[in-house]
């Protein structure tokens, strides 16, 4: 059972189009992190969400977790070629069982045209 | 290096042989975690190890899974008498500290002829 749906899956932009990636999830987690992964390479961590509400900004990315702590969302402004990659949400918890091992959204597919 | 190294970063072997893999985790850092990702099932966690604590192995998806830990640092992931459903990116990443940001090597691309 996948308990971190991410959408869209896949997602092909022009250069310079905002774009938003959405995980959802019925479960409540701890915390909340945002991965990029690029071909041949391990994810690399972008950010971690805490608080139910909390944004955080990383240059033209933008970050959310929601008010409840089920869902988050990545807004990309200006998409650059640069940003092309897979990009996944993963969650701790949601049970205190579950220690720091982290659960991974199905991901999203990005692919900037310049 | 400064980052988790895994080795070796390509495996190809036959169904039925044993494989085994390599975690070389940041130095200090006290976690280390076992994922595994595949085209069918995403990233999935594997085994966890923290300090000398005993591991949380529930996710490791059968008893031909197996790893450990040698003093607190490198970790060896083995899989005995492997099979097709086998072939996956495995990934090993470290933390610090429990709770802390993992931080993920490049994997060992495995595939079962």
């Known amino acids: 059972t996948q308990l971190l749906e991410q959408s869209p899956q896949f997602l092909s932009i022009q250069e310079g189009e905002n774009l938003t990636v959405y995980c959802n999830s019925s479960?409540?987690?701890?915390?909340l992190q945002w991965y990029r992964q690029e071909p041949g390479e391990g994810p690399v961590l972008l950010v971690t969400?805490?608080?139910?509400?909390e944004v955080k900004k990383l240059k033209r990315l933008t970050f959310q977790f929601g008010d409840a702590r089920k869902d988050s969302s990545l807004h990309i402004t200006a998409a650059q070629p640069g940003d092309t990659g897979l990009y996944l949400c993963?969650?701790?918890?949601?049970?205190?069982?579950?220690?720091?091992?982290?659960?991974f959204g199905t991901g999203t597919r990005l692919a900037v045209r310049p | 290096g400064a980052g988790v190294s895994q080795s070796p970063s390509n495996k190809v072997t036959e169904k039925g042989k044993d494989v085994e893999l390599r975690c070389d985790p940041i130095?200090?850092?006290?976690?280390l975690y076992w994922y595994r990702q595949s085209l069918g099932q995403g990233l999935e966690f594997l085994i966890y190890?923290?300090?000398?604590?005993?591991?949380?192995k529930s996710g490791l998806p059968s008893d031909r899974f197996s790893a450990e830990r040698t003093g607190g640092s490198v970790s060896t992931l083995t899989i005995q008498r492997t099979q097709q459903e086998d072939s996956a990116v495995y990934l090993c990443?470290?933390?610090?500290?429990?709770?802390?940001?993992?931080?993920f090597g490049d994997g060992t691309r495995l595939s079962i002829l």
């Open positions: 990443a470290s933390s610090l500290i429990r709770g802390q940001p993992q931080h």
């Open positions: 479960s409540v987690f701890s915390s």
């Open positions: 969400v805490v608080t139910g509400g």
């Open positions: 993963a969650g701790t918890g949601p049970k205190k069982s579950s220690g720091d091992k982290l659960t």
């Open positions: 130095s200090g850092h006290t976690a």
């Open positions: 190890f923290q300090g000398n604590s005993a591991p949380d």
